[in-house]
């Protein structure tokens, strides 16, 4: 998998060795997700509007990037950008309520 | 640098957007902002759990269009459109931060077929080792074990005897020296020495096949000897025995025949169990063998003991009796606070005799109690691992989130973990940890391994050993005292309110368990780091086979 990422991905996108050392000392030991989080997940992204849910699809399900989302649904890459930004705000602050509120 | 900022940049960074401009802010401010490293790390998981999703739904939609549409006569090569997006690609030397700038495709590894273990072909196994008796192989540097699964293929057994049961039941003593090679789980071939079978109903037809002949049993009891030199022999000790070899018919023989076979000639002969080691004997000899192996380990587990820096030492021998605590042997152990099992069972250890605890269900554990910090730390386990679930499983772990806890574990690919928490009190990203390489593959799971993790504050170094040699040291920057206050074996407890900011759900549903699945005979937790020799000292008195040198025990203590 590293390798097939190291020959796709394009040098410029890369962080600096230097920054990802600095990330690295804050990594975390084991982060996994539970069924549990997914399913809230699933559930949340029913309360995404349509097209910020065909924008999520395209990137999350089908691993599109931004550009070939905006040309499938005509918009502007800004536009897709700003949409699944959005969307990952609403989806973080939905599963976290969910779970707060199966975990209180 | 604002926050709002720091979250726009770190969007644009997750959607591949930047501009060369953009990229360089964002490499200024991660590089500057702790706190623009933890926003990189939250965005991080979350854009993870997303793509989790998004690849299960995906399975899910191509599984339900395949089996809604009917198949065409010709299936076209179907166009894969999905492609490997790209994420920055850390150099090995920072193996750690390959997670923090992958920590987006870091999930695809939940894909069962991209774990490291899924690309190999697992051999299938068609028979266990049941029992050995001072068993020497030609053909195994590090021995057999009891317990250990055997896929096809050669046993070369130089001297000693063993117990083999092969999966449809049948169960044969073998004896040294013997070339042995297991077909399928119903049959072998015997290159040569002696074996005596016991066949029960369901493995009849169970087969040891030679050059010159095979002896097909019905549900019997037989032996079959074939010396390097002199002629082959066949023993029916109980039941029917089909012998198949020139002759075009099967000759039967019964309850106490016996034949030798010289140059295709068939003579009869007296039948004699005597010539043959039955499971009663081998098991005599194993335990005469074991009662030396236990001796030598008792001495040096002792000297372990009364180690200077022994914080921990649990060897799960003595008296059990009815309680469910286990002492505390280090001579630096916290009076009156023994271990405390809970759910798991006493089972045997890495030999019969020796007690050991077995981990099975979810909920077991022990727990113990260590207050105290201190600047270095060694950790040191036999144990026998039988599973490797989809999930981590804990080995000695703090409990919750707190600075300077340590954890120590088998990561979901089978690599030994060592954490230590640096960051605020239950924040779940203040980890550093070091894994090996993975150690826990399907060809050693059921086998006794020796395990230690070393962390030296002078050097600011951890180091992992396996069965008594290095395999893999790191600096984890750890500027504070190590800790484990109150702690588990085998299992993990987190406080009140922790499990899911630590991506955990509580233990109420399967894959938030991280417990053990295996067996711990001997655990020892000490607060000074073990140089490299002392620590292949532990290994070699310890482990299974060979009885270890006078002279270990003596430099232990």
């Known amino acids: 998998m590293l390798q097939t990422l190291e020959k796709h991905a394009p040098v410029p996108e890369r962080l600096a060795p230097e920054v990802l050392e600095a990330l690295a000392s804050h990594g975390t030991a084991e982060t996994w997700y539970s069924e549990e989080q997914i399913q809230h997940l699933a559930k949340c992204m029913e309360g995404l509007a349509p097209k910020a849910r065909a924008a999520v699809e395209l990137r999350y399900q089908q691993a599109h990037r931004p550009p070939e989302i905006a040309s499938r649904l005509g918009w502007t890459v800004e536009s897709v950008h700003v949409a699944l930004s959005r969307a990952r705000v609403f989806l973080r602050d939905c599963v976290t309520q969910r779970m707060l509120a199966a975990h209180p | ?557």
């Open chain 2, 1 to 557: 640098m604002s926050d709002e900022r720091t979250q726009l940049l770190l969007q644009r960074y997750f959607d591949q957007v930047l501009t060369g401009e953009e990229r360089s802010e964002l490499s200024t401010m991660l590089l500057a902002s702790p706190r623009a490293r933890e926003e990189f790390w939250e965005l991080a998981r979350w854009n993870a759990l997303i793509r989790q999703w998004g690849e299960a739904e995906w399975g899910r939609q191509d599984a339900e269009s395949l089996t809604l549409r009917p198949l065409p006569a010709v299936p076209p090569a179907r166009k894969v459109e999905r492609k490997v997006v790209p994420f920055p690609r850390p150099s090995w030397k920072i193996g750690v931060a390959a997670l923090a700038a992958a920590a987006v495709v870091a999930l695809f590894v939940s894909v069962p077929s991209l774990l490291p273990w899924n690309h190999r072909v697992q051999p299938i196994s068609v028979a266990v080792l049941t029992h050995s008796a001072d068993a020497v192989w030609a053909d195994s540097g590090t021995g057999r074990q009891r317990g250990e699964s055997l896929a096809p293929g050669w046993l070369h057994l130089k001297s000693g005897a063993v117990q083999i049961e092969f999966s449809r039941g049948a169960r044969v003593v073998l004896e040294g020296p013997a070339e042995f090679q297991l077909l399928t789980d119903n049959s072998a071939f015997l290159g040569s020495g002696k074996l005596r079978a016991q066949v029960p109903d369901p493995a009849h037809g169970f087969t040891v096949k030679t050059s010159a002949f095979a002896v097909v049993d019905y549900g019997t009891e037989f032996g079959c000897s074939l010396p390097i030199s002199g002629a082959p022999q066949i023993h029916v000790f109980n039941g029917l025995v089909g012998l198949q070899g020139s002759q075009p018919t099967e000759r039967k023989l019964r309850q106490n025949q016996a034949v030798e076979i010289d140059k295709d000639q068939v003579h009869d002969i007296p039948a004699r169990r005597d010539q043959f080691l039955s499971d009663e004997e081998l098991a005599k000899r194993e335990r005469a063998s074991v009662l030396g192996r236990l001796a030598a380990w008792h001495a040096a587990s002792q000297a372990l003991s009364e180690h200077p820096a022994a914080l921990v030492h649990l060897d799960f021998e003595g008296e059990r009796g009815w309680s469910r605590n286990i002492p505390n042997r280090a001579w630096r152990a916290v009076p009156g606070s023994p271990a405390s099992m809970v759910g798991c069972q006493f089972n045997d250890g890495r030999w019969p005799g020796k007690g050991a605890i077995e981990f099975t269900r979810p909920d077991d554990r022990l727990r113990l109690n260590l207050p105290g910090g201190y600047e270095s730390m060694t950790l040191l386990a036999w144990l026998r691992v039988d599973t490797l679930p989809d999930r981590p499983q804990s080995l000695v772990m703090a409990d919750g989130l707190g600075t300077g806890d340590v954890q120590w574990y088998i990561s979901r690919w089978g690599e030994l973990g060592f954490g230590v928490h640096i960051g605020k009190n239950g924040d779940p990203t203040g980890w550093r940890y070091h894994h090996s390489e993975p150690l826990f593959t399907p060809e050693t799971l059921g086998s006794w391994v020796c395990i230690a993790s070393v962390y030296d504050n002078a050097t600011d170094t951890v180091t992992h050993y396996f069965n008594g040699q290095a395999i893999g040291a790191d600096k984890l920057g750890v500027r504070t005292l190590l800790q484990l206050e109150t702690f588990e074996i085998g299992n993990w407890a987190l406080r009140d309110g922790e499990q899911w900011r630590a991506g955990i759900v509580p233990r109420s549903t399967k894959d938030s368990a991280r417990n053990l699945q295996g067996r711990i005979d001997e655990v020892a937790v000490l607060s000074a780091p073990l140089s490299a020799e002392e620590i292949r000292q532990f290994y070699e008195i310890g482990k299974i086979e060979q009885p270890a040198p006078t002279a270990l025990v003596k430099n232990l203590r």
